[in-house]
């Protein structure tokens, strides 16, 4: 019961940040039961920015923005198989024993790569899929044991889900156990913006 009293204490911390976030206009990318709250325009992660050197049209895209993806259980079936089979598909390989660099987004095209070469595999067969750009973003996050790491969000109406090839399960991104540090933004694929740490972490307790 201690754990459930804790749980609703949360409650009126988490509106007031959701509150907070709304009339500040941090909220740019539409937040939903479970989705993540965003801040403002920062730096790309110098791996991408070196991946949009080479290949400027992949960056250059302004997306509309209609909001979360309308999913049901077929199209979270197809979410969740993309992901497990490019985890399968693909050999974990360090960008340093690919390409002699510690840091090299690419699409795993040779059967191998590192995390930021899966989230863009997958992001590019679920693009293919139909899925809008706008939902489907690159997320740089730090794992618990301080690793930097990056993942695929996929922004639904119901939440914000991670596709990681550390793991096959498709997974809400408050249960990854990870800290969520920027991501691509929903509205042009050069851009990246702050993940409100604070705010996240108590919209995560109430989920």
Known sequence: MGAIHGRW???????????????????????GVGSMITGGL?????????????LPRECAMRVHDRGPLRVDDGVMRTISRVNAAVNKAVKPMSDFDIYGKDEYWAYPDQGVGDCEDYALEKRRQLAAKGISLSNLLITVVRKPDGEGHAVLTVRT?????????????????????????????????GRWVTLREEQNMLVGAVN
């Open 9 to 31: 204490r949360l409650w009126p911390l988490a509106a007031a940040a959701l509150f907070l976030a709304a009339a500040t206009g941090t909220t740019t990318e539409a937040s």
């Open 42 to 54: 920062t730096s790309q992660p110098i791996g991408h920015y070196e991946f949009c050197q080479r």
């Open 157 to 189: 109406d119901r939440g914000d889900f991670i596709l990681d090839n550390l793991n096959d399960e498709l997974r809400p991104w408050y249960k990854t156990g990870y800290r969520f540090l920027k991501r691509q933004a929903s509205t042009h694929t």
